[in-house]
């Protein structure tokens, strides 16, 4: 299919900080990181705390971002301490107000890290220039089974959209 933008891609063996560190330093975020469980999204998000990822500009424009938002549900807390360090979760398991925050701030290019499932994959038009598979195998309701070709460019075209993540033309 032609597109405005290539897409690349590549394989690694790398553990999946390191992998997202290289990633950043060659200015390669938003970055999709994505899971197919919601506990491995959470626990990539926790993990990438330790990453410096914001500027205080940026953390300052989250803070202000934050003031009006009620994080008042058991999970509340830890979604916006994500989100101060500019890493989102996105998931069918979130209640709508954290999946729309997380789209809004990605929407404002405040994100550069979004941690999640494959939700986030089937249309919702956030600005992402990488997208990182954690794996290529899904559970189906029924049982484990390879990513379809259709399901893989479906996901990985969350990246490189003119226009949206800063990506150029070819």
């Known amino acids: 299919t032609e ?10 063996e790398r553990p999946l900080a390191q992998t997202i560190e290289q990633l950043l330093a060659q200015d390669k975020a938003p970055i999709y990181v994505v899971h197919f469980t919601q506990a491995e999204a959470a626990e990539s998000a926790q993990d990438f705390t330790s990453l410096n990822l914001c500027t205080r500009t940026e953390k300052d ?5 934050l003031e009006t938002v009620r994080f008042n549900s058991p999970y509340g ?5 994500w989100l101060r360090h500019g890493i989102g979760l996105h998931h069918a398991g979130l209640l709508p107000k954290y999946r729309v925050l997380v789209e809004r701030l990605a929407q404002r290019g405040l994100l550069k890290i979004i941690c999640g499932t494959d939700t986030l994959g089937v249309g919702i038009n956030v600005p992402i220039r ?24 479906q996901i990985a075209g969350r990246a490189g959209r003119h226009q949206r993540d800063g990506s150029q033309r070819r």
Request: a positive charge; aromatic letters at 12%.
């Open 130 to 153: 990488t997208v990182v598979f954690t794996g290529l195998a899904k559970f189906d309701g029924t049982r484990h089974r390879l990513l379809k070709a259709r399901e893989f460019h």
């Open 77 to 81: 807390p830890e979604i916006r301490k």
């Open 3 to 12: 597109r405005p933008v290539l897409l690349e891609f590549s394989w690694s």
């Open 61 to 65: 424009q989250i803070a202000a971002e």
